[in-house]
T-cell receptor, first 113, second 114 residues
Framework: EAGVTQFPSHSVIEKGQTVTLRCDPISGHDNLYWYRRVMGKEIKFLLHFVKESKQDESGMPNNRFLAERTGGTYSTLKVQPAELEDSGVYFC???????????FGPGTRLTVT | AQSVSQHNHHVILSEAASLELGCNYSYGGTVNLFWYVQYPGQHLQLLLKYFSGDPLVKGIKGFEAEFIKSKFSFNLRKPSVQWSDTAEYFCAVNAHGSARQLTFGSGTQLTVLP
C-alpha cells in the first residue's frame, strides 16, 4: 500500500509569488488533513477534507491560502501571494475514519525569501 | 479548545538509559491520544495510540505509554534506549466531538549517544 505522498519536497520562492503544494492521500482514505509547522513551533492544523468537501478550515491563517480537493482524491494547497511568515513545513495526512490514526506524508518545506 | 504540553524540548541520553517523555493535555471531554515520531529525514509515523481500554499502551520498537486520566497525562516510556531512537517525538490529542484534527505538542528532540 502506497503511503501519503507530497510534492514538491522543497520549494523556495520570493515574497509575493505563488506556490501550490500537492498531496496524494492513501487510496480509499476519505479524510485528508493539512498541517503546518513553523520553525521551532508545534505542528498546527490547517484544514480537514471529507472527500471533496471542506469539513473544517478553522486553522487556515488567512485568505491567501486556498485548499482544494478535486474529486475527493488529491488535494492542493495554494499560497498566493506568499509572505515571509508562510515559511515552514506543510504536512498532509489522511485517515479512513475521522478519529482514527492519521498517516502523514513527508512534508513540503516551503521557504519564502 | 484542547492543548498539549510537552515539557522536555531536548533530551540527551546514553544508550541503555531509560526514557520518559512527559505529555499533558487540557481538555475536559473524551480524547484519543497518540505519540508520533519523526526520524531524521523521514516522515511522521505513529508509535502508539490510546482510544479506550487498558491505559497502558504498547507500541512499536519497545515503546509504551500510560494514560492517567486524573492527571491528563500520556507519558511515553522506554526502558532502554538505542542510538536508533534518536528522533523527534510528538504527543497529539484528538478530541471526541466536532473537532477531528490532531492537536500536537511542540515536540521533544531525543538524542541518544552511542
Amino acid at each position: 500500500e502506497a503511503g501519503v505522498t507530497q510534492f514538491p519536497s522543497h520549494s523556495v520562492i520570493e515574497k509575493g509569488q505563488t506556490v501550490t503544494l500537492r498531496c496524494d492521500p492513501i487510496s480509499g482514505h476519505d479524510n485528508l488533513y493539512w498541517y503546518r509547522r513553523v520553525m521551532g513551533k508545534e505542528i498546527k492544523f490547517l484544514l480537514h477534507f471529507v472527500k471533496e468537501s471542506k469539513q473544517d478550515e478553522s486553522g487556515m491563517p488567512n485568505n491567501r491560502f486556498l485548499a482544494e480537493r478535486t474529486g475527493g482524491t488529491y488535494s492542493t494547497l495554494k499560497v498566493q501571494p506568499a509572505e515571509l511568515e508562510d515559511s515552514g513545513v506543510y504536512f498532509c495526512a489522511s485517515s479512513q475514519v475521522p478519529w482514527g490514526e492519521q498517516y502523514f506524508g513527508p512534508g513540503t518545506r516551503l521557504t519564502v525569501t | 479548545a484542547q492543548s498539549v504540553s510537552q515539557h522536555n524540548h531536548h533530551v540527551i541520553l546514553s544508550e541503555a538509559a531509560s526514557l520518559e517523555l512527559g505529555c499533558n493535555y487540557s481538555y475536559g471531554g473524551t480524547v484519543n491520544l497518540f505519540w508520533y515520531v519523526q526520524y531524521p529525514g523521514q516522515h511522521l509515523q505513529l508509535l502508539l495510540k490510546y482510544f479506550s481500554g487498558d491505559p497502558l499502551v504498547k507500541g512499536i520498537k519497545g515503546f509504551e505509554a500510560e494514560f492517567i486520566k486524573s492527571k491528563f497525562s500520556f507519558n511515553l516510556r522506554k526502558p532502554s534506549v538505542q542510538w536508533s531512537d534518536t528522533a523527534e517525538y510528538f504527543c497529539a490529542v484528538n478530541a471526541h466531538g466536532s473537532a477531528r484534527q490532531l492537536t500536537f505538542g511542540s515536540g521533544t528532540q531525543l538524542t541518544v549517544l552511542p
